[in-house]
T-cell receptor, first 113, second 112 residues
Framework: GQQLNQSPQSMFIQEGEDVSMNCTSS?????WLWYKQDPGEGPVLLIA?????ELTSNGRLTAQFGITRKDSFLNISASIPSDVGIYFC?????????????FGKGTLLTVNP | NAGVTQTPKFRILKIGQSMTLQCTQD?????MYWYRQDPGMGLKLIYY???????DKGEVPNGYNVSRSTTEDFPLRLELAAPSQTSVYFC???????????FGQGTRLTVV
């Protein structure tokens, strides 16, 4: 089946630093999604990317859909303590198989104030 | 608007016991999912449903069963609990045409 490789597995940064994480796939996705999971909660959607090459921002978050459709990255600028959590990438295909949301293993982010 | 509601939040089972994890959503979503999340791992799909009366296996279905008699409810059944089923279970739902999957808060299950 489809697999997503997400890196790094974990990051420890100081408040105010920028963060970058990425996700690669063995196969093509039509849509890339980035989720954040706070401790004890379910994942919440941060950003959705719909087409190859797309660059999308949501506040301090910026994500890009790779032109090969097999990768994506997420940047967080000027990190703050509430950015702590696990960030997941997810791939989705449209059409007949658009039910299937495949997740990466997550990046655990710790922000030291 | 409650979204996706899972019960219970925590449960400890003995090996061989059975239980049902409940999931209900009030958004009229036709797609529903059950995932498990093991420590240091991502979310693995157990079962999914594209509408009432229709269910199908995901990546890791062994040891689980589901049913979808209504649009709102998608319970997950463990018949003979095993220690390997110790995990956090998430239910999610989305519209057929939507990209955003809404997750419940999770059920933390320990099998001892």
């Amino acid at each position: 089946g489809q697999q997503l490789n997400q890196s790094p597995q974990s990051m420890f940064i100081q408040e105010g630093e920028d963060v970058s994480m990425n996700c690669t796939s063995s196969s093509i996705f039509n849509t890339w999604l980035w989720y954040k999971q706070d401790p004890g909660e379910g994942p919440v959607l941060l950003i959705a990317l719909y087409k190859a090459g797309e660059l999308t921002s949501n506040g301090r978050l910026t994500a890009q859909f790779g032109i090969t459709r097999k990768d994506s990255f997420l940047n967080i600028s000027a990190s703050i303590p509430s950015d702590v959590g696990i960030y997941f990438c997810a791939g989705l295909n449209s059409g007949g198989s658009n039910y299937k949301l495949t997740f990466g293993k997550g990046t655990l982010l710790t922000v030291n104030p | 608007n409650a979204g996706v509601t899972q019960t219970p939040k925590f449960r400890i089972l003995k090996i061989g016991q059975s239980m049902t994890l409940q999931c209900t959503q009030d958004m009229n979503h036709n797609y529903m999912y059950w995932y498990r999340q093991d420590p240091g791992m991502g979310l693995k799909l157990i079962y999914y449903s594209v509408g009432a009366g229709i269910t199908d296996k995901g990546e890791v279905p062994n040891g689980y069963n589901v049913s979808r008699s209504t649009t709102e409810d998608f319970p997950l059944r463990l018949e003979l609990a095993a220690p390997s089923q110790t995990s956090v279970y998430f239910c999610a739902s989305k519209l057929e045409t939507g990209l955003r999957a809404f997750f419940g808060q999770g059920t933390r299950l320990t099998v001892v």
